[in-house]
């Protein structure tokens, strides 16, 4: 049995008394990537969003952060420290690949969940300084630490004659006392990442490691109740938060579990 | 007891330096490691090839071999070329769009062929990533015997018709025989003999030391100077997707190189013909057009802008960003002001914009006595 609250310290360190290392195994967590069921190929004019825009992806990029397992009854395991923050670039396949631990304690889980971006905590400006992820930072003017995620994508609709760009950027929105997008005026921040949680049936075992798969359905993004259209936001989302908070509002709905390797 | 320790002491000595080592041999346990310290708020991540640690003495070699016109293998005044024929420290190591010799600051080799791009500056490039020139060509992406780093530079500079048009036994034969150079070899490399991968190696070290981290900006960041209204406004813009968004692809105050090092159209065409852009090196159509993003750095002292030096000052380079921008199907989606030709500055903005890019100057970077031409060569008096 897990026991409440229990806090993994850091992705290498042994158990708190009462868990030996002789029951917990290793969870490595695999992010795919799709639209519409498929695995998602960049730089090809082939989506088409529920608004009938088309599009195409070039860059995906993003922070997953605060991983957590959660057993039925309220029992949960909390990921942190040096292993608390996951960046993935969806060009790049080793980056796919999250190896959360080689403690984590052995038992049946029935979710997970994480946050998507990086929560007040863990977004702190200057946390990264070497690439990757130093290149997502996101301006201190504009609220400081880093973008959630870099989506660079080019779009049209059928009055267009040629695809545009599109940075489908999200991270801290700003409140803004005028009608434009100063700066100076900002009055307030907005903390836009948001949590995940997906229901999984996932048995640790002692000494096996088990990969999960979390898929990221990219094109909901753009599709649902909150349909995004691109050209509503001509001048990128950064600094718009009505913009930033619908993408937000459809990200919750992106992702979900695929089926369960046991090694 | 005390005289057989010094004797054994000796002993030892006289065997590390008898001790015969293949040329290429990595430095020895008698060389002193050159530490560089890391300015505020650049990377900790250095990138420093595991087979050419940086020492003392490798720095100071490199140093003599970068400023010596004797690299091309020659010695008649005419034929003799060194990297700071055109890395010229006063310009941040670009010849200068004022240069006497390279007019429009577009250098050519001994036999007047133009080189295909013009020069990037060599600023910071100890944290340089995703491979070197206007192109990443030369990466460590690349299998041997392809070029992969700054070392391997070297000997592509002595080798090409664009540049010294050279034969490396011919360089190396000659720096071995330029009294004061062997030792310099053992000290760096723990063998006398000059091989053209020691001096890539030398000299690599020595452009590994080119630093610059002490600009007003630098020191704005550390709170140690104030910026001015104008410059901030400027810096402001810089750093906002509804400003200049200039940040995207130059760093800023998160990534104070002033580049991500990475490859982008900028929107500067719509038909490409440059053999030499991203597109030939990774035959991806997304990359047509596609180039380094260059540091920021010193921009005063680095024009001509661009790869092909089209701009040849600062203003022709905001201009273009602000209303020149041209669409094509392998533009950049950073540069999402396309639609308008560009960010559509106003004409105080630009000159804020300028302002804060100024701001990005070292002129310490460019006077330090440790970048510049020794006093003296090694075989002379």
Known sequence: MIFIGMILSSCHKDHSPGITALKSGTVQIDFLHSVDGNPLVFDSLEYVTSLGNQYMVNDLQYFVSGLSFHASGGAWVYIQDSCAIHYVDARIESSAHWLIAQHLPAGNYDSIGFIFGLDEADNRTGRFVNPPERDMFWPEMLGGGYHYMKMNLKWKNQAMQETMPFMFHLGIGQMYSGTTADPDSIIGFIQNYFPVKLPVSTVISANHSSSIGIEMNVGGWFDGQNAFDFSLYPMGIMQNQSGMYRAALNGRNVFSIQPIVYN | ?381
């Not at chain 2, 190591?93 to 600051?105: A, E, L, R, S």
């Not at chain 2, 040849?312 to 540069?335: H, Q």
């Open chain 2, 1 to 381: 007891m005390k005289n057989a320790a010094f004797f054994f002491f000796i002993l030892f000595m006289v065997s590390l330096i008898s001790c015969k080592k293949p040329a290429d041999a990595p430095a020895s346990s008698i060389t002193t490691p050159y530490q560089i310290t890391i300015p505020s708020h650049f990377p900790a991540k250095l990138n420093i090839p595991s087979d050419n640690p940086m020492t003392v003495e490798g720095v100071t070699l490199g140093r003599f071999l970068f400023y010596d016109g004797r690299l091309s293998g020659r010695t008649d005044p005419d034929s003799m070329m060194s990297c700071a024929n055109c890395h010229i420290q006063a310009n941040s190591f670009v010849c200068g769009i004022n240069n006497p010799k390279y007019t429009n600051g577009h250098p050519f080799g001994l036999t007047g062929i133009l080189t295909p791009h013009y020069m990037l500056p060599m600023i910071n490039l100890v944290w340089a990533d995703h491979g070197y020139l206007w192109n990443g060509s030369v990466s460590e992406a690349n299998p041997s015997p392809r070029p992969q780093n700054i070392e391997d530079v070297v000997w592509m500079a002595i080798q090409a018709p664009h540049e010294m048009h050279g034969d490396t036994n011919r360089t190396k034969t000659l720096i071995q025989s330029l009294k004061g150079y062997p030792d310099l070899f053992m000290k760096a490399f723990g063998s006398e003999t000059v091989t053209i991968r020691n001096t890539g190696k030398a000299i690599a070290q020595f452009v590994r030391t080119l630093i610059s981290a002490n600009s007003k900006f630098d020191r704005f960041l550390k709170g140690q100077e104030q910026l001015t209204t104008s410059e901030r406004t400027g810096f402001v813009l810089f750093m906002t997707e509804q400003g200049g968004d200039c940040f995207h692809c130059h760093g800023g105050d998160g990534n104070p190189l002033f580049t991500t090092n990475l490859f982008y159209n900028n929107g500067k065409d719509t038909v490409f013909d440059d053999l030499r852009d991203r597109y030939h090196v990774t035959q991806n159509l997304s990359d047509i057009g596609a180039y380094k993003a260059p540091t920021l750095r010193n921009l005063v002292f680095t024009a001509p802008y661009m790869h092909d030096g089209r701009f040849k000052t600062l203003d022709e380079v905001i201009d273009f960003y602000s209303s020149g921008v041209v669409w094509s199907p392998s533009i950049s989606p950073l540069m999402h002001h396309v639609a308008t030709h560009g960010v559509q500055l106003l004409p105080k903005q630009k000159a804020d914009l300028k302002a804060f890019l100024l701001t990005l100057t070292d002129s310490s970077f460019v006077t330090n006595p440790d970048y510049s031409r020794p006093l003296k060569m090694p075989d002379e008096k």
